[in-house]
């Protein structure tokens, strides 16, 4: 557990912090300047507060008395570049990690987090010869090799294009869901937090002003913008896995939903995440479509927004769904409240695996 009450002055800029902090992914989400990255820093050691304590499971990495410096707080750190060193190979930078521990400390496997992270073809590579997306998995599994206690990553996908985070949110999954690490992760990123973060920190103006689970912080957010919902979150039960094409079906209130391949057992709870811009309206059902989800339900609500667009609310057997559609296709479509429509959208990820099951929410 990490646990902080921190006040740090940077010229005119001040951070308070108030922060109790346990297991899973732990998202630190606000505008860039709010004072994210500073604490993510100060956890690390790499900024030592001007007031206030830090403490890791009981030990004390800083206070009025104490510093303890980075190399000793057991921590992983993902930069935003990854920052590799240039001149190693992909072997020699995943080692660099592991050489900073005695050899009866080290519990993490090579072979293990290599092939997690898709890189056992790249060890005897350089840098300079990996993509954006490969340095990233580097990153990553050199963070791993430390075995860290905590795990820091500083905006890991803001320096890729949306295709190559695509790639890399997979990864970052696993590392969740499977090390057993708690994370701190800095995003400003709605769609990132949504899916990966099991708790969201915001920040505003260099102050954490609020804890709590993605879907409630995340709704908080978006009503005091007056902006739309970035998507979806529904409750849902494993009920079985298609092994011949990679996909695991659960039930929600909702429908049956396909969700892309879990390793969870059938009857474990968990929390769906369905983006608003992923899903498509239609009033007939219809063959012929790549998107395997289908919801029904009914318009209880038409809202315009600004840019064209309008907002829908469909109730879907008790089951409230935020979908979008443009002006011009709720006048082709004749969509009023009470009519029946369809929701459509490809598979989906469950929100934070494990870590969202029913009693740990």
Not at 26 to 33: I, K, Q, V, W
């Amino acid at each position: 557990m990490l646990e902080l009450s921190i006040r740090h002055r940077q010229g005119d800029f001040t951070l308070e912090a108030d922060l109790v902090l346990g297991e899973g992914l732990t998202a630190l989400f606000g505008a860039s300047g709010s004072g994210k990255t500073t604490l993510i820093n100060i956890v690390a050691g790499l900024i030592r507060p001007e007031a206030g304590h830090v403490s890791f499971n009981g030990k004390t990495w800083s206070d009025a008395s104490t510093f303890l410096p980075p190399h000793r707080r057991r921590i992983g750190y993902v930069f935003q570049e990854g920052r590799l060193f240039p001149h190693q190979t992909v072997l020699q930078n995943l080692r660099y990690g592991e050489r900073l521990l005695p050899r009866a400390e080290r519990r993490e496997d090579l072979t293990r987090i290599t092939s997690l992270l898709g890189i056992s073809d790249l060890l005897d590579r350089r840098p300079s010869h990996l993509s954006g997306g490969e340095k990233q998995r580097v990153a990553l599994g050199r963070a791993l090799m430390a075995s860290p206690k905590l795990l820091l990553m500083d905006e890991p996908l803001s320096a890729l294009d949306n295709a190559l985070k695509a790639q890399i949110l997979p990864y970052i999954e696993r590392i969740r869901d499977e090390f057993g690490v708690p994370i701190l992760y800095v995003s400003h990123s709605v769609e990132e937090v949504a899916r990966l973060a099991t708790a969201v920190v915001t920040f505003d103006a260099g102050r954490a002003i609020a804890v709590g689970r993605p879907d409630e912080a995340l709704a908080t957010v978006a009503q005091a913008s007056g902006d739309l919902p970035a998507g979806n979150f529904i409750e849902a039960e494993i009920t079985g896995h298609h092994e011949d094409d990679g996909l695991t079906e659960a039930l929600s209130l909702a429908g049956p939903i396909l969700l892309r391949r879990s390793s969870l057992a059938a009857g474990t709870r968990v929390r769906v995440f369905v983006p608003v811009s992923d899903i498509v309206v239609a009033t007939e059902a219809g063959d012929g479509l790549s998107a395997l989800n289908r919801l029904s339900g009914h318009i209880v609500d038409l809202a315009e927004r600004d840019g064209g667009s309008v907002t829908l609310t469909v109730d879907c057997h008790g089951q409230p769904l935020i979908a979008e559609v443009t002006r011009r296709s709720c006048q082709q479509l004749a969509l009023a409240p009470g009519m029946r429509v369809h929701l459509l959208f490809k598979t989906v990820s469950i929100a934070s695996e494990a870590l969202f099951r029913q009693g740990r929410g």
